[in-house]
């Protein structure tokens, strides 16, 4: 699974090329807990309700298998797999997906990001990181992607 996550990078790098700009390679840590995904999602939550707004929210460990799924009563059913699919992008691809979402906004040849496996090119889906490595990511979905980004780091902040 490790093998296939950084052909998946490297991949990325070579065809996205100046979408993600240069940054230091971040690295793996432990799985997020239950407890953690619990805390994250809970935090997201709590933001989604003071702004009114119904979301879902999937969290995934750094192998990107789902930890916690939940959906707000009268968000989109849509919304479930989509939110799943902002937290695998972040967490296999090592960043955020509004980077995929501006690369493909700046065309040219940035829209090659379009033909990667896996990848979701709309904003929303943020890495979980503790002790500066990669414990997991978070998918918000149901809203603008904007919006959507605004909840997913209410919940990434409660983890340091």
Do not use: C
């Amino acid at each position: 699974m490790k093998i296939m996550k950084s052909s998946l990078f490297v991949l990325a790098l070579l065809i996205a090329g100046t979408a993600f700009g240069q940054q230091a390679p971040l690295q793996y840590g432990h799985n997020i807990t239950l407890a953690e995904a619990k805390k994250v999602a809970a935090a997201s939550e709590a933001y989604a309700i003071s702004k009114n707004w119904a979301v879902v929210i999937a969290i995934v460990d750094a192998n990107s298998n789902l930890v916690y799924l939940q959906k707000q009563d009268g968000t989109q059913i849509g919304s479930l797999q989509v939110a799943q699919a902002k937290a695998r992008t972040a967490n296999d691809f090592k960043r955020p997906t509004k980077a995929f979402q501006d690369g493909v906004t700046s065309g040219g040849e940035n829209l090659r990001i379009l033909s990667l496996p896996n990848a979701i090119a709309v904003e929303g889906g943020e890495l979980i990181i503790s002790d500066g490595k990669i414990i997991g990511a978070i998918g918000i979905s149901g809203l603008s992607a904007a919006q959507d980004t605004e909840v997913a780091k209410a919940g990434t902040a409660v983890i340091k």
